[in-house]
T-cell receptor, first 115, second 113 residues
Framework: KAGVTQTPRYLIKTRGQQVTLSCSPI?????VSWYQQTPGQGLQFLFE???????NKGNFPGRFSGRQFSNSRSEMNVSTLELGDSALYLC??????????????FGPGTRLTVL | GEDVEQSLFLSVREGDSSVINCTYT??????LYWYKQEPGAGLQLLTY?????DMKQDQRLTVLLNKKDKHLSLRIADTQTGDSAIYFC?????????????FGQGTTLQVKP
């Protein structure tokens, strides 16, 4: 099985611009989660989607949004970029979310640099 | 709170054992995970433990869980230079039907030849 793929791998934007990141989960997986990784804040949960519905959202401003398509692919969008949005954005897929064992498979990430 | 805490850095010699520690605050945690991140890569799941277990062993990896103290550790036996990476502990919570993981800050393991 192919792993989780994220595109693009690297991105450079300037303040005020917007950006869209894409994630393709493992075939058959219906749940996609997004995390932001920065040296200062570590790994922080952004949001989680299952069957095109947002199930959970982290503590991020409304500039961060996402969606999931019927084929389980997900996109996240950041509008009005700020310098502090520079980070590695990781996507993880799992078969279904839940209270049980939930192995999440992570993609390689998209490295976003905001200048 | 949502705090999961880890020491930031550990240096060992090749062949020694490494022990990486983690503490968490939420007693509703169900599963606890250890992930490894190599430079330029995403996260790789190493092992996990269910919250009603005390210990789990998987080849060179041993996970110990002390529920009373909310303390989790990962022991790597016979540490190799290829084990050099950042190690994250993470927890998932009992509340809600969600896959959200709460991560620690990560421990950088340096293995000296």
């Amino acid at each position: 099985k192919a792993g989780v793929t994220q595109t693009p791998r690297y991105l450079i934007k300037t303040r005020g611009q917007q950006v869209t990141l894409s994630c393709s989960p493992i075939s058959g997986h219906r749940s996609v989660s997004w995390y932001q990784q920065t040296p200062g804040q570590g790994l922080q949960f952004l949001f989680e989607y299952f069957s095109e519905t947002q199930r959970n959202k982290g503590n991020f401003p409304g500039r961060f949004s996402g969606r999931q398509f019927s084929n389980s692919r997900s996109e996240m969008n950041v509008s009005t970029l700020e310098l502090g949005d520079s980070a590695l954005y990781l996507c993880a897929s799992s078969s279904i979310p839940g209270q049980g064992y939930n192995e999440q498979f992570f993609g390689p990430g998209t490295r976003l640099t905001v200048l | 709170g949502e705090d999961v805490e880890q020491s930031l850095f550990l240096s060992v010699r090749e062949g020694d054992s490494s022990v990486i520690n983690c503490t968490y605050t939420d007693s509703s945690s169900t599963y606890l995970y250890w992930y490894k991140q190599e430079p330029g890569a995403g996260l790789q799941l190493l092992t996990y433990i269910f919250s009603n277990m005390d210990m789990k062993q998987d080849q060179r990896l041993t996970v110990l869980l002390n529920k009373k103290d909310k303390h989790l550790s990962l022991r790597i036996a016979d540490t190799q230079t290829g084990d050099s990476a950042i190690y994250f502990c993470a927890e998932s919570r009992r509340s809600g039907n969600t896959g959200k993981l709460i991560f620690g800050q990560g421990t950088t393991l340096q293995v000296k030849p």
